[in-house]
């Protein structure tokens, strides 16, 4: 019997100590957005890009990142991991991701397990002074002071904001500004937005897709 | 109406031989009918109700290879070793029989809540979550502290690391594929390793007893309660994967005897098959990868839901039967096979799957999970030690740990 135990207990060490070396031939890597296809489905991957897209739900998070190679990836970041996260995550962060390759509904995402799968790294803000015609189309995130609040239409909002003298209309639907998730805001708070940048009756206005894109630094 | 009659059938025919067939999952047949659905002018609900004929069936008959020949399904494993002992008592039949109550007991209780168990689970488990892992980890520290000795409780804590490490190597880093890599791992443990021990120490299988008393459900009732509501919780949440669902049910089952075990392992997991169908309509979300394919068949709402568990009672029904009579044969038939001759069979047939799935890797891993299974056997201390292959990446992962350990392991 004696002989079976050790036979068992080398056995098992030396076939762990093989796992574990091909385990670490094959630890996941940064890989780029756009090299992720079906071959990578149930297996580790890291990502890291800017977060172009992102939407809120029952306490969930969903990201979709944008790296160098042009591709997109959804990263849903459940409520429990969610919950877990020091730090919030922004439209435009620098985002990297280890998670392992799911497909959902069709769609490729990659799903962190825990908190420490995800390293954001903030984008600073644009001055409100420095945005033209040029970034139209373009995600951008803005700070300022609420200088106005206005209610359109059936329930939209627009907050002009202000820096320096200059202004910026933040366009916020009404899908967005009636969620639980949007935070009260008043005139004279400063407020980070980020959205898409885009021109309306000849003005440039930004806007909101996300109760996320909008968080308040200082309340007046 | 017939050709879902039809469907319905093909599931069931599906579900048995996946259910026969170790290693073969439902998971492995749902996208050919899927394929089935995007080439053909079948109604949706026809197919999905044939892929949760498939589930319900499988989950079924899959005890009963899991009791003859103790080749475990993901899932099963936990059954196995209580079963594997009534078999050797020449009790197997009566081992079917527990395991049709906990299927059928699951079934229906699970049907019958779940709007309840809808509304309370959410609550439930976000009050639990945070304080998971002290869970977890004082039934693994009760489980080393019952072998009493000095001698068994280092074995029992060696058994338990080896186990876990092996656990974390092989589903949490890119040696192989997570879902590829449980079934060498699991056989491993609890069956290739209980199937070399009785080549050697037993030479036939004893003559297996049929008892033709009916049912009793009353009896098991606590345990098929438990094994639901486990169940439930595991088949719902999306953050819970098949090790962290095994788990909690393995906790939520320490029943007294090997019979309670059983039927509550059985409950567990029929009602982890079906909530994963019910999180579809509740969650938006699939939880496996039959619910997945019936989620991209059709949209659901109340009135497919309340199909799919009209399908499922129904087909229940059927399977139950099914599971008896096929469980019946083998009992019959067992011991008219060369007991040595159908170890090496089976023990052959999960190296050849193992090497299918999952390549020269999932050969390696199932020669090591084996090599740990045997440890417990031969030092005399409980088996239940290598739960520690799911155990220890739970914990990890309840504490939010699970990155950290495998980052300083350089993985």
Redesign the interface.
Known sequence: ?EK??K???L???V??A???A???Y???SVTPIAKIDNEF????VIISGQVVDLRES?GHLFLTLQDNSDGTMAVPI?S??RS?LGDSIEMLDEVQV?G?VT????ALEVVP?????ISIVHSPCLGISSIDNSLIGEPIKVRGIVDKREIVGKGNIILTLGEDGAQLAVFVPSSVAGSSEFPEVHVGYVVQASGWLQMYENELELRITGASNIRVIEAA | MLELLAFIALGIAMGIITGLLPGIHVNNLSPMLMALAVASVFAPMSLAAAIMAMTITNTFISYIPSTFLGAPEPGSELSVLPAHRLLMQGKGYEAVELAAIGCFGGLVLSVALVLPMSLLMGPTYKML?PQMYLLLTAVVVLMVALERSKTKIVWAITIFL?SG??GL??L????C????ALMPLLSGLFGVSALLLSLKNEGKMPEQRIDDRPLEMKRHLKPICVGTAAGAVTGFF??IGPSQGTVLAQIATRSSGSREFIVSVCSVNMAKALFSFVALYA?G?ARSGAA?AV??LMEIGPRELLFLLGVALFVGGIAVILHMKLGRLAARNIGRLPYRATCIAVIASIAGLSFYYSGL?GL??L??ST??G??PA??NVKRTHCMGVLMLPCIL?FA?????VLSA???
């Open positions: 019997m079976i135990t036979l068992g207990l056995c098992s060490l076939g762990l093989a796992i574990y091909g385990a670490v094959v630890r996941p489905i149930g297996l580790k029952n459940f429990s991991v877990q280890t392992e497909l959902y509904q069709g397990e825990e908190a420490g799968d | 979550r080896l490490f092996l190597l092989s949490d880093t890119n040696i594929r997570s879902d590829a999306p953050t969650i979300n997945a989620g991209e890797v390696l891993i020669a090591t090599a740990i045997i440890l031969v030092v992962y939010g740990l699970k990155s950290g392991f350089g993985l």
